[in-house]
Structure formats: C-alpha cells, structure tokens
C-alpha cells in the first residue's frame, strides 16, 4: 500500500502537537484518588487503547486507574510517585519505525536518555508494542523497562513483548492476565468481584443546535476545513487538491494509482523520502448498513462526554458532531474489533449462545482466544459483519460508537523530489481488496477512498485532508556518494524521488555518483511501475544501472535480491570502496529480510569475513545511517 511506515502494533500515525504542561500528574492524581498511573507512547491509538483498559480493570481491586499522554506531563515527577499509597505507573510504550519512540514519547525518552534522578520509589511495569519483522523488535518497550530499573525503581511485573506481526490483542490478554494477580499480591488486594462494564461517557442529543457548532469531519479546530491557516500537521491537515490521478499498471487484477496533491500556499515543505499522511473516509455504504443495522438516524446531533470531569479527554472524538460523521471520519468500522469492545457489548445480545460466545472470545481462556482468533481474526470480521452474523445483537449506536477505536491517517512514502515539485507531493499506492472467509468482499478504507479522487469532477475539486511527517529515509548529504535503491513493488515510490533530485543535481552542475536501481513486479507487461520515466532517467544517464525483477514472466520466480546476487562484486566496490548509501523501501516480512540476508552474503564472500563480521558490519552501516529502511508489513 504505497511505501507506507507501519508503526509496529500500530497502523499508521498521529502526531500530537504539544500542549501546555500545565498540570502535575501526581497532583492530579492526588485530587482525583488515583493510584495508578499508565502511560502510552501511542503513534496510532491501540498503545492508548491498551492504556485505557488497563485503567479501568483497575477499579475491580479497589484501586484507581488514568492513562496519560506523556507529553503532556513533567515525567519528572515520577520520583514523587512514592507519596501516593499503593501507588503504581504502567507504560504501554509502540515502537515506531527503525526502533524510534512515538511522537508523543519523544521527551519522555529524551528525558529518560539524560535523567540521573533517583526513582527507588517508584514501582512500574512495562507493556511494548512491536512487530517481529521489523529490525528493532520492542525497542522502546525494552529501553523503557531497562531504564527505569537502571534509575533504581522497582518492577512488579515483567516485561510485555506484544507482536502484531502475530496477535496483538492475545499478546496482551496474556500478560494483562498474569499481571493483576502480580499487582494484587504485592500490594496485598484482592479482585471485588465487580466488573468493569462501565460507561465512560454518556450521551447528549442535540436536538435545537446551530449547525456551526457542529463537527463535520475536522481533525482538531471546529470549521479549520474552511479556514485553513498554517502550520498543518495532524491536528490540524491540509486539504490539497488531487490534481493527477492515473492508473499505473496495464494490466492484472489490481489498481495501481499515481496521485499529485497540490500544496501550492500551503507553506508545506517536505524532502525526498519524507512520508505524506492522509485522513481517509469510510465507504458510506457501510455506514448506512450500519445505521440500518441499529436502527438509528445517523444523522442525529450528539456528544459523548466525559463521566471523569477530570479527564483530559472530554470526547472520544469530536463532539457535537453527527453518528454519520462520526462513523465516516472519525471510527474505525473496518478492522475487527479487539475483545473488549466484544465484552462491552455482549451485554446486548438477547440469544444467550451469541451472548455466551462473545464472552468467550473476550475471555483469556485458551478455547476463547483460538476462537477469537479464527471467528475474528482470521475471518477478518468487522463490526458490521458481526452484528450481521448475530441477529440479537443490537447495541446501542452511542455505545458502539465510544467502543470503537479512531480512524488514523494513512501514511505513504513520497514519491517525487521537492527540488522538482515545490508545490505538489505525489502518491504511489496499491488499492486493497480481498474476499474474506465469509465470502465478504473487504476493501482498504484509504485506498479505495483514493482511487475515487477524480481531478475536478464536474468542476468540484476532490481534496484529501493531508500533512508530512519527516523521516530519517534521506539521501546522502554529498551528491557523489552512491546509492543503491531496492524497492519492488510500490516500496519503488521514494526512490522516483531519489532519482529526480539527483537528476536535479545533475543539471546543476553537481557531480553525482553512481544511482543504482533494483526493482521488482510481477510481470513485464502488466505492472511494471513507471516504466517510462525509469527508461528515460537511464537514457539520459541519471540511472547508471536499472536492474528489474520480473517474478513471475517465467517458470522461477525471481527477486531482486536474485539480481543482487548477480551483481555481487559491482555491490561491494560501491559498498566497500565507494562509501555507497543502501536503501530498501517495500515489505518488511519477506523482501528487507531476504535482501538483509543476501547483503551478509556478499560482505561474507567479497570481505572474506564470516557470518558474524559481516552481521557486525552491516550493523554497522545502519548505525552510520549508510543502510535505510523504510519498511511496512
């Protein structure tokens, strides 16, 4: 799906910009009764969502749980935890990108890197999101749980290593599980027996309201879609104009789209190999089967608010705004939704066996995981498939619509230079769409939504609310230095950028060095992905080598780490001699890995090193930032 950064147990990414530090959270929690505190370094909501389940199973022993969003805290303060009684801070810390902090972590791991404060006071455990395939499993997690005890506080409870490369939500379960009897014993409590179905917001229904106090599908500021001011960022993005939308590929069952968005006064700067965010909507199909369902009127005005007066959070989401609004740009309707929203609402089916399964998937017992896992998971079941499939279960929608997480923006890798295209970012992406194990039809939210972004249909302008997000994905600082690009697929996207800024280099007198390419589809004839413009960047001598694998045009499949193997001498020149940058841009489960592997390969024959050395000095281009990855699974 165009090279998109997947946040590992994340999907995609949201930046918060950073509010006031008005409050301490030990005096919050002091005037509030709390006693423990749970952190998240979110990028996409599930670290939050994790955060806030956490703190509301606390009440069920008698204790008294927040989560909180590290910046806007003094984590400072975390030495004075200990004035608190049976006082506890959890963390529920995603790993984002090459083993980097969320966005909203970044001066909470500052902070930690520098702090020579004495934490023998304070008791935590630490919960990682992370995903296997990706270089720095659980770095953050791991880094937290490691530093934390290194500034002498206490760990009641091991780490958590969530993989959602496997099953995120079973990962959880599983500690979440062991981890309360942990609590309990050590501060000498015991579960009261009360469940924690409890309503978090209650709902208001605006029936004589003025229509401009009313949210439409903005991010953060009421009516900023038709004031647009700068900076745009991800409370508050920019709507850019589509003015190209092409399909890419000549042939095969998928759609493959090149898309330009116009920045033009915007004041958005981006640089090549950057990634561009985008807020995507819900098919309004689904929406409307979905009201259908639940036999509501999406278009009643309502608020959800905050029963905790205190909480920093006042809606789940934008608020007052309509159920259609809502469930169109603000919920996630499409992915199936974790076991403890199938908790929440197991409580409105009238049948007692749907009532008894949807307990049981939410249950941490081994026959309702492997249930969980094939009726949910694997089916790739969404709420609306649910509720279609269990005729008695009718929540109401206000309910179903503080249970769901929010919808995220998407994230693709930019595929043009800026040296070339000061006012416009282009896109490159890959519709999905599959048939389930139900025999339903799934689409992709931000892809689908994207392919019907017509440039000026009937002399309306289609806008995408977008902003950028900075990357560490760049090219080298001197022109002359080499580059080998391996992007197969879509992960072919940041490199169209490469390319035309060192061409732009080239026209300005520059030396540049060698620009090398491997690229990948699966046939000649079908998707081969910009195909004209490579063969004119290698004409005019911008591209020394293009080298294209097409994996399925004969009885073999091949790859490009095959044409890697070809060229191994040229490879480690360029690497060894010619102090050549490496970027791999596309999947993370099966190409970077192979790619990786093929790498240790050539540095073991060509440097006469074994297995070992040439991992250490592979490791080591990485450090040196001479070995990017900018991967997705």
Same mark, same amino acid.
């Given at each position: 799906m165009g090279?998109v950064?997947s946040?590992?147990?994340?999907?995609a990414a949201?930046s918060r910009s950073?509010?006031?530090?008005?409050?301490?959270?030990?005096?919050k929690?002091?005037?509030?009764g709390?006693n423990?505190?749970?952190f998240?370094?979110?990028?996409t909501?599930t670290?939050?969502e994790?955060?806030?389940?956490?703190?509301?199973d606390?009440?069920?022993y008698?204790?008294?749980?927040?989560?909180?969003?590290?910046?806007e805290?003094?984590?400072?303060?975390l030495?004075?935890l200990s004035?608190?009684?049976?006082?506890?801070?959890?963390f529920?810390m995603?790993t984002?990108?090459?083993?980097?902090?969320?966005?909203n972590?970044?001066?909470?791991?500052?902070?930690?890197?520098?702090?020579?404060?004495d934490?023998s006071?304070l008791?935590?455990?630490?919960?990682?999101?992370?995903?296997?395939?990706?270089e720095?499993?659980?770095?953050?997690?791991k880094?937290?749980?490691?530093?934390?005890?290194?500034?002498?506080?206490?760990?009641?409870?091991e780490?958590?290593l969530?993989d959602?490369?496997?099953?995120?939500?079973?990962?959880f379960?599983?500690?979440r599980?062991?981890?309360w009897p942990?609590v309990?014993e050590h501060?000498?409590?015991?579960?009261?027996?009360e469940?924690?179905s409890?309503?978090q917001y209650e709902?208001?229904?605006?029936?004589d309201?003025?229509?401009?106090?009313?949210y439409?599908?903005e991010m953060g500021r009421?009516?900023?879609?038709?004031?647009?001011k700068?900076?745009f960022?991800a409370?508050?993005?920019f709507?850019?104009?589509?003015?190209e939308?092409r399909?890419l590929n000549?042939?095969?069952?998928r759609?493959?789209?090149?898309?330009?968005?116009d920045?033009?006064n915007?004041?958005?700067?981006?640089?090549?190999?950057?990634?561009v965010?985008?807020?995507?909507?819900n098919?309004a199909?689904?929406?409307n089967?979905?009201?259908?369902?639940?036999g509501?009127?999406?278009?009643t005005?309502?608020?959800?608010?905050?029963?905790?007066?205190?909480s920093?959070?006042k809606h789940?989401?934008p608020?007052?705004?309509s159920y259609?609004?809502?469930?169109?740009?603000?919920?996630?309707?499409?992915?199936?939704?974790?076991?403890?929203v199938?908790y929440?609402l197991?409580?409105y089916a009238?049948?007692?066996?749907?009532?008894?399964?949807?307990?049981?998937?939410?249950?941490?017992s081994a026959e309702?995981?492997?249930?969980y896992?094939?009726?949910v998971?694997?089916?790739?079941?969404?709420?609306?498939?649910?509720?279609?499939?269990m005729?008695?279960?009718?929540?109401?929608?206000?309910?179903?619509?503080?249970?769901?997480?929010?919808?995220?923006?998407r994230?693709y890798?930019i595929?043009s230079?800026?040296k070339?295209?000061?006012?416009s970012?282009?896109i490159c992406?890959?519709?999905?769409?599959? +048939?389930?194990?139900?025999?339903?039809? &799934?689409? #992709?939210? $931000?892809?689908?939504?994207?392919?019907d972004?017509?440039p *000026?249909?009937?002399?309306?302008n289609?806008?995408?609310?977008?902003?950028v997000?900075?990357?560490?994905?760049?090219l080298?600082?001197?022109?002359?230095t080499?580059v080998i690009m391996?992007g197969p697929?879509?992960?072919?996207?940041?490199?169209i950028?490469?390319?035309q800024?060192?061409?732009?280099?080239?026209?300005?007198?520059?030396?540049?060095?060698?620009t090398?390419?491997y690229y990948?589809?699966?046939r000649?004839?079908e998707d081969y992905?910009?195909?004209?413009?490579?063969?004119?960047?290698k004409?005019e001598?911008?591209?020394t080598?293009?080298?294209?694998?097409?994996s399925?045009?004969?009885?073999?499949?091949?790859y490009?780490?095959?044409l890697?193997?070809?060229?191994? +001498?040229?490879?480690w020149?360029?690497v &060894?001699d #010619?102090? $050549?940058?490496?970027?791999?841009?596309?999947?993370?489960? *099966?190409?970077?890995?192979d790619v990786?592997n093929?790498f240790?390969?050539?540095?073991s024959?060509?440097?006469n090193?074994?297995?070992s050395?040439a991992?250490d000095?592979v490791?080591?281009?990485?450090?040196k930032g001479r070995y990017?990855?900018d991967?997705?699974?």
């Amino acid at each position: 799906m165009g090279c998109v950064y997947s946040v590992p147990g994340e999907e995609a990414a949201v930046s918060r910009s950073s509010p006031a530090r008005d409050s301490s959270f030990i005096e919050k929690m002091k005037k509030t009764g709390r006693n423990i505190v749970v952190f998240y370094g979110s990028q996409t909501g599930t670290a939050e969502e994790f955060a806030n389940r956490l703190s509301k199973d606390a009440h069920r022993y008698g204790l008294r749980g927040m989560a909180a969003d590290p910046e806007e805290y003094d984590l400072s303060d975390l030495s004075r935890l200990s004035e608190i009684d049976k006082s506890l801070a959890v963390f529920c810390m995603a790993t984002y990108g090459e083993g980097d902090p969320t966005d909203n972590a970044q001066d909470f791991y500052d902070w930690l890197q520098e702090a020579d404060t004495d934490l023998s006071g304070l008791r935590f455990a630490v919960f990682g999101l992370g995903n296997k395939t990706y270089e720095h499993f659980n770095a953050m997690g791991k880094y937290v749980d490691k530093r934390l005890e290194e500034l002498g506080a206490q760990r009641i409870f091991e780490l958590g290593l969530g993989d959602d490369d496997g099953n995120l939500e079973e990962d959880f379960i599983t500690w979440r599980e062991q981890f309360w009897p942990a609590v309990c014993e050590h501060f000498g409590v015991e579960a009261t027996g009360e469940e924690s179905s409890i309503r978090q917001y209650e709902l208001v229904v605006h029936t004589d309201v003025n229509m401009n106090k009313v949210y439409t599908g903005e991010m953060g500021r009421l009516k900023s879609y038709e004031n647009q001011k700068p900076p745009f960022d991800a409370k508050n993005p920019f709507l850019a104009v589509v003015t190209e939308n092409r399909k890419l590929n000549e042939g095969g069952e998928r759609h493959l789209m090149h898309l330009e968005l116009d920045i033009s006064n915007s004041k958005i700067r981006y640089e090549s190999g950057d990634h561009v965010a985008v807020y995507p909507a819900n098919d309004a199909s689904l929406v409307n089967q979905l009201g259908e369902i639940l036999g509501t009127d999406l278009d009643t005005v309502m608020s959800l608010n905050n029963l905790d007066e205190e909480s920093n959070k006042k809606h789940p989401f934008p608020c007052p705004t309509s159920y259609r609004t809502a469930l169109t740009y603000y919920l996630d309707i499409t992915n199936p939704p974790r076991t403890n929203v199938l908790y929440e609402l197991a409580q409105y089916a009238t049948d007692t066996g749907e009532q008894e399964q949807l307990r049981k998937m939410a249950s941490s017992s081994a026959e309702g995981k492997a249930l969980y896992l094939s009726w949910v998971v694997e089916a790739r079941r969404n709420i609306l498939a649910i509720l279609q499939d269990m005729p008695s279960l009718r929540p109401p929608i206000d309910h179903l619509c503080e249970l769901l997480p929010r919808l995220q923006a998407r994230y693709y890798s930019i595929a043009s230079s800026s040296k070339v295209h000061p006012n416009s970012i282009h896109i490159c992406a890959v519709t999905v769409e599959y +048939e389930t194990k139900t025999g339903r039809l &799934n689409k #992709g939210v $931000a892809t689908n939504w994207l392919k019907d972004k017509v440039p *000026n249909e009937n002399g309306r302008n289609s806008l995408v609310p977008m902003y950028v997000r900075k990357s560490q994905f760049r090219l080298p600082f001197k022109p002359s230095t080499p580059v080998i690009m391996i992007g197969p697929g879509t992960g072919i996207a940041p490199f169209i950028g490469f390319i035309q800024e060192r061409a732009w280099l080239k026209e300005q007198g520059k030396e540049v060095g060698e620009t090398v390419l491997y690229y990948g589809c699966r046939r000649e004839r079908e998707d081969y992905l910009y195909r004209q413009e490579l063969a004119r960047f290698k004409q005019e001598g911008v591209l020394t080598q293009l080298n294209v694998a097409f994996s399925r045009d004969q009885a073999e499949k091949v790859y490009v780490q095959h044409l890697l193997k070809k060229n191994k +001498e040229h490879i480690w020149k360029l690497v &060894n001699d #010619g102090n $050549a940058h490496i970027y791999v841009c596309g999947d993370a489960r *099966n190409m970077a890995r192979d790619v990786q592997n093929t790498f240790y390969e050539i540095v073991s024959e060509y440097g006469n090193m074994n297995q070992s050395q040439a991992v250490d000095y592979v490791k080591k281009l990485m450090t040196k930032g001479r070995y990017s990855l900018d991967v997705w699974s």
